[in-house]
């Protein structure tokens, strides 16, 4: 079994920053690309970054520019940097892998999210 752990979500101002770490442990075989999603109130989970383990990016076009993902794959680590934050980036913000186990199946693991709050 894999667990991802998050950390580094808490209340920011608007035009604040904050730093969101996310780390596997567990019986890791093969962790491939790892991404942060988020889910506000009412609303369905969204993408917000992806990152392959050779480090290509993707963004959603509301957190480019502003956001930064990586990664550290000696810890099976992922960050999520937020700069600029705006009351709308409020939400639980989830860690996502990609991998395969020991038996070669595709595995998708999930953290259980920290909660964001932006205030205006």
């Known amino acids: 079994q894999v667990q991802l752990v998050e950390s580094g979500g808490g209340l920011v101002q608007a035009g604040g920053s904050l730093r969101l770490s996310c780390a596997a442990s567990g019986n890791i075989f093969k962790i491939n690309d790892m991404a942060w999603y988020r889910q506000a109130p009412g609303k369905q989970r969204e993408l917000v970054a992806v990152?392959?383990?050779?480090?290509?990016?993707h963004y959603a076009d509301s957190v480019k520019g502003r956001f930064t993902i990586s990664r550290d794959n000696a810890i099976y680590t992922v960050y999520l940097q937020m700069d600029r934050l705006k009351p709308e980036d409020t939400a639980d913000y989830y860690c996502n892998a990609g991998g395969i186990n020991r038996l070669g199946i595709p595995m998708d693991y999930w953290g259980k999210g920290t909660l964001v709050t932006v205030s205006s």
């Open positions: 990152i392959t383990s050779g480090g290509n990016t």
